[in-house]
C-alpha cells in the first residue's frame, strides 16, 4: 500500500491529476445522489398534492391581480400576451360564454391580440390535446375580467417543473463541491510553497539551523530535502573552515613562538661572533656549529609550515602549462635511484619490479620531488629496514601507478614532524591532475600514486632530467 501511495505522489503532475480526478468523481456522485433526491422530492405526494395547489394559487392569484390593474375585458385581451411572456411556465386559456376569448397556444398577431375562437374549434381541439400530453394537470378556476366572469383552463406540470429547479440545483450544488475540492488540494500545496519559500528566506538570513519541512514525496518536497541537505552541507563547511582558520591561527602562533627561540639563540651567537668573543678557534667552532644548527631547526620548522598550507590549497590545481611531457618510468626509476641512495647506506634495500613497457605523463617537477621526498622521508621515519621495500610501477590505458609498500616499524625512528606528510602528499597528487591511495594491513604500509597517461609503448625520452639537488621550496 505504502509502494502504492509514493507512486502517486511521487510527480505534482500525478497529484494534479488525481486531485481532478477524485474531485470530478465526488462532484458526480453528489451529483447522482442530488437527481435521485430531487426525483424522489418531485413525484412525492407532498409535491403531487400541496405544493401543486400552492403553486397554481400563487399563479391564479397574481393573473387575478394584474387583470383588475390593467383593466382588462374581454374585448381587449393583449395584455394577457405581457403577462404571458413573463409567466410562461404554464399555458391556459380563459372561456366566457362559448367562446375562448385569450389562449395561449396560439401566437398573438401584430397587435399582440389573440383572437378569440369557439370552444368547439376542431384545431384548437387538436392542439390541446397535444400539449395536454406534456401538461397532464388541468385546472379549472373562476376569474373575473372588467365586463363579467370569465373562466380559467390552466395545464400545468408542476412535479416536472420542480424536477427541472432541483436538477439545476443539484448541478450547481455538485460543481461547487468539485471546484471546493480543487481548491482545497491547491490551497494545501500552496500553503506548502509558502512555507518552503519561508525556510528559504530564513536560510537566507543566516540561519542554518532551520529545518525545512519535507512533506510528501512530489517535486516540492524533493526541493525541501535538498535545501536541507545544502543547508547541513553548508553548515558543515563553514564549521570546517572555522576549525581551519582556528588551526591555522594556532599553527601560526605555535610556530611563531618556536621560531622566536632559535632565532634569539643564532642571534645571540652571531653577536658573540662578530665581536670575536671567544678565546680559541675550538671555541669559534662551536659556536658557529650552534648557530647553524639553529638554522637547520627554523628551515624545518618553515618546511613544515609550507608543507601544511599547502596541504590544505583551496585551489591545488596547477594550470596545463605549468605540467611537462615526461616518459613516466625513466622518470621514476631516476627519482628512486637518487632518493634511496642515502636510505640504502641506513641499511634499507630496495625490491623494484621492472615495468613491461613505457608511458608519457605530464607533471610539474617540483611537485614531484616534494612528493618523492615525502615518501622517503616517511620511508626513513616510520618502514622497518630488516624488510624490503618494494616498489612495482604498471599502467593500464588511462593510468600510471607507483606503488611502493613496506613494513611498518614497531616504533618511528623520528618524531613525526606536523602529521601532514600524507596530506600533503595528496595536495601536490591532486595540483598534477593525479590521486595517491594508501592503506595499511598486518604492519604493511602501501601508498600508490596515480598518474593520468597520455600514451603507451613510446621510446623511452625524457624532457628534461630531474635533480634531487634542486630546492623544494
Not at 621492472?354 to 615525502?374: A, E
Not at 606528510?421 to 596515480?450: P, V, Y
Amino acid at each position: 500500500m505504502r509502494k502504492i501511495k509514493n507512486f502517486f505522489t511521487q510527480s505534482l503532475y500525478i497529484e494534479l491529476a488525481i486531485g481532478v480526478l477524485i474531485s470530478f468523481l465526488i462532484g458526480f456522485i453528489c451529483y447522482l445522489g442530488l437527481m435521485v433526491l430531487s426525483a424522489q422530492i418531485a413525484y412525492s405526494k407532498w409535491t403531487e398534492s400541496d405544493y401543486k395547489n400552492y403553486k397554481i394559487s400563487i399563479y391564479t392569484d397574481k393573473l387575478q391581480t394584474y387583470i383588475y390593474e390593467n383593466q382588462i375585458s374581454s374585448d381587449d385581451t393583449s395584455a394577457f400576451t405581457n403577462w404571458y411572456e413573463k409567466n410562461y411556465s404554464y399555458f391556459f386559456y380563459i372561456k366566457k360564454d362559448d367562446y375562448i376569448i385569450y389562449n395561449s397556444f396560439y401566437a398573438p398577431d401584430d397587435n399582440d391580440e389573440v383572437s378569440p375562437i369557439s370552444l368547439s374549434d376542431s384545431e384548437f381541439q387538436e392542439t390541446l390535446r397535444e400539449y395536454q400530453d406534456f401538461f397532464p394537470e388541468k385546472t379549472k378556476v373562476a376569474i373575473r375580467l372588467v365586463d363579467g366572469d370569465a373562466t380559467l383552463y390552466l395545464y400545468t406540470n408542476v412535479q416536472y417543473d420542480m424536477y427541472v429547479q432541483l436538477q439545476n440545483l443539484s448541478v450547481a450544488i455538485s460543481a461547487l463541491i468539485t471546484i471546493l475540492l480543487l481548491i482545497t488540494f491547491v490551497r494545501k500545496k500552496i500553503h506548502y510553497i509558502k512555507d518552503v519559500t519561508s525556510g528559504i528566506k530564513i536560510l537566507e538570513g543566516g540561519n542554518l539551523d532551520y529545518h525545512i519541512p519535507v512533506r510528501g514525496n512530489d517535486e516540492l518536497s524533493q526541493v525541501a530535502d535538498s535545501l536541507n541537505a545544502m543547508r547541513i552541507s553548508l553548515s558543515q563547511q563553514m564549521q570546517n573552515e572555522k576549525k581551519a582558520l582556528q588551526a591555522n591561527n594556532s599553527l601560526v602562533t605555535a610556530l611563531s613562538h618556536d621560531l622566536r627561540t632559535p632565532l634569539t639563540t643564532q642571534l645571540g651567537y652571531l653577536e658573540i661572533l662578530k665581536e670575536h668573543h671567544y678565546s680559541s678557534p675550538e671555541e669559534m667552532d662551536k659556536y658557529i656549529e650552534t648557530a647553524l644548527s639553529t638554522c637547520y631547526q627554523i628551515k624545518e620548522m618553515s618546511d613544515r609550515l609550507f608543507e601544511y598550507f599547502l596541504a590544505f590549497d583551496p585551489h591545488p590545481e596547477r594550470p596545463a602549462e605549468a605540467l611537462e611531457e615526461y616518459d613516466g618510468v625513466e622518470l621514476f626509476m631516476q627519482m628512486i635511484a637518487e632518493l634511496s641512495l642515502p636510505l640504502e647506506a641506513q641499511g634499507f634495500s630496495f625490491e623494484i619490479e621492472d615495468p613491461m613497457d613505457t608511458f608519457k605523463i605530464h607533471v610539474n617537477m617540483n611537485d614531484m620531488l616534494r612528493v618523492f621526498n615525502n615518501v622517503f622521508t616517511n620511508i626513513d621515519k616510520y618502514a622497518d629496514e630488516t624488510e624490503p621495500v618494494k616498489i612495482r610501477i604498471f599502467h593500464d590505458d588511462k593510468n600510471a601507478v607507483l606503488s611502493i609498500s613496506n613494513r611498518i616499524r614497531s616504533v618511528a625512528r623520528k618524531n613525526e614532524s606536523a602529521k601532514i606528510g600524507l596530506i600533503s602528499i595528496s595536495s601536490l597528487m591532486k595540483r598534477q591532475g593525479g590521486a595517491s591511495k594508501t592503506r595499511t594491513s598486518q604492519n604493511q604500509f602501501t601508498i600508490e600514486l596515480k598518474f593520468p597517461i597520455y600514451s603507451s609503448t613510446l621510446p623511452p625520452r625524457l624532457g628534461r632530467k630531474p635533480s634531487s639537488e634542486r630546492g623544494t621550496s
